[in-house]
């Protein structure tokens, strides 16, 4: 009996069935499609499973050489090679014996979407002469149809695609990023065949990105609904739209899930391709969203009275905001500091930015840098508790924050820097340890400071800068003096609290 494979169409739902190897030179085609007139779930299930069951017994009769039922009609033939056409599937359409009455219309071959339609209005007008009189086709070459195995359902194929990311040994942080891009992509289109993605599906996707909210798995209101749900809530509450790097990174995400199936043959084509890509200049932009703290935000988060209480716990809570005060260093870049990545370098102490060592990542190739220690960092004892540190046997320079996610160690660091300045009294939306960039950048710039002198020091190297790739990404010996002369000039009107870690 055949296996009926259900395919969703932009039109609706349909199922096809598998023709017979021995029986496609009578029937003419591969395969048989079926609409399921609205039918869903248990009841497009259990149709399907009847209409297999007709052509069971159809295909029995054909075997026994009763040729009638492989006569088709001209409707359901124009039916077959307009829904192909619509689809943009058509390339060449081939087929001999074409019969309407008794005009043999012999071997038809079209070429191209507008020969095709061409060959449906001679049809059309054949069929008005002779509506009752039967159309038969010998095969058609190559065949507008999906590929004979319709392949796995879009879940199975999603879960298969992020066991191989995990087997590949991909960073926990991409696993977790592509299955959230996939879910949402699930819930939008259903469980269809893989096989059956198509544009409309990947249009419907884009939109939905556009319209998820941050942090939606977080937040009370979101965290428990289904993701049309989400986005039903997201449309109502008018939810801001994500960032142009946000909505590229969904879109690199499913053409990564997307490349395994072409190689596969899976797909037989591309349901991306064609649809235009966002700007360059927007999709590259670096994301630097929020604003600098004040210098009453700064006086009140580095108090004493309260500082001091909220970092005892952990020694990361005492010199993680100060090094990210003084150094305009991402959350992470400070997090997951190794003991041997703090370091001096003709005379000049500091810290590397860097991938070196077990954990540790970078955003990207200008990331990687040498950025000298401020000197109030120094007055407040950073030496000697990397001393310290290192004594205790300690290979991290911040072993309290765990990595065990893989999502990078600077996660609990931002949320509990996060916690802690809201309790000083800094409420706006997405103040965090990130904050800190951007007062390094803005009060150096407002000092005089130059951009490309500033980018040396945030990692935004401008990429003009001469000398080898050791220099340039590691070390740059050439511009240290000049990131120490900039450093100078960074001076935040706020007083470092005094604590000793032994």
């Not at 192909?84 to 070429?111: C, M, N, P, Y």
């Not at 305009?328 to 991938?355: C, S």
């Not at 070196?356 to 960092?377: E, H, T, W, Y």
Request: with cysteine.
């Amino acid at each position: 009996m055949p296996k009926p494979y259900f395919l969703s169409r932009p039109a609706g739902l349909y199922v096809r069935f598998r023709v017979p190897e021995d029986l496609r030179l009578k029937i003419g085609l591969r395969f048989v499609v079926r609409s399921m007139r609205g039918l869903r779930g248990d009841a497009a299930r259990l149709s399907a499973a009847q209409q297999a069951v007709a052509l069971s017994a159809v295909f029995d009769r054909l075997r026994k050489g009763d040729d009638d039922v492989a006569k088709f009609d001209a409707k359901k033939l124009i039916e077959s090679v307009q829904r192909a056409a619509d689809e943009g599937r058509i390339l060449e359409w081939k087929a001999t014996g074409v019969r309407v009455g008794g005009v043999d219309f012999g071997t038809v071959t079209t070429h191209g979407r507008q020969d095709t339609l061409d060959f449906i209005e001679t049809m059309k007008a054949a069929a008005a002469i002779a509506p009752s009189l039967p159309i038969t086709s010998a095969p058609v070459a190559p065949v507008p149809e999906p590929p004979a195995s319709a392949g796995p359902m879009l879940s199975e194929a999603i879960a298969d695609y992020l066991r191989d990311l995990e087997s590949a040994k991909r960073d926990p942080k991409t696993v977790v990023e592509s299955r959230h891009s996939l879910r949402i992509l699930l819930g939008v289109v259903g469980d269809v065949p893989a096989s059956t993605l198509s544009q409309s599906h990947v249009r419907a996707f884009f939109d939905a990105v556009r319209h998820w909210p941050s942090n939606a798995t977080k937040r009370p209101e979101y965290r428990s609904l289904s993701v049309p749900e989400v986005l039903a809530l997201s449309k109502a509450r008018k939810e801001p739209e994500p960032a142009a790097h946000t909505l590229n990174k969904h879109r690199q995400r499913l053409s990564a899930f997307v490349q395994p199936l072409l190689a596969a043959r899976v797909m037989s084509h591309n349901p991306m391709a064609g649809i235009v890509r966002m700007s360059a200049h927007a999709a590259s932009a670096e994301v630097e969203t929020g604003r600098p703290f004040t210098t009453a935000e700064l006086q009140a988060i580095f108090a004493p009275s309260v500082y001091l209480p909220w970092a005892q716990k952990y020694p990361h809570r005492y010199w993680a905001p100060i090094l990210g005060l003084y150094s305009g260093a991402r959350v992470t870049e400070v997090a997951q500091l190794y003991v041997d990545d703090i370091e001096t370098v003709d005379g000049v102490p500091g810290f590397h930015v860097n991938r070196r060592f077990p954990g540790q990542k970078i955003k990207n190739a200008q990331s990687r840098r040498f950025v000298p220690l401020a000197q109030p960092v120094l007055h407040v004892g950073f030496l000697a508790f990397v001393e310290e540190t290192r004594k205790a046997g300690q290979a991290r320079l911040f072993p309290d924050l765990p990595n065990g996610t893989g999502l990078g160690f600077g996660r609990q660091l931002s949320r509990q820097f996060s916690a802690y300045v809201k309790k000083c009294g800094v409420v706006d939306e997405g103040m965090g340890f990130h904050a800190f960039r951007h007062t390094f950048a803005t009060l150096l710039s407002e000092a005089g400071a130059e951009t490309a002198d500033i980018a040396r020091l945030t990692g935004h190297l401008d990429g003009k800068a001469q000398g080898s790739v050791l220099e340039k990404f590691y070390i740059d010996r050439k511009t240290l003096p000049l990131r120490v002369g900039t450093l100078t000039r960074f001076t935040p009107s706020v007083v470092l609290p005094t604590q000793s870690f032994l």
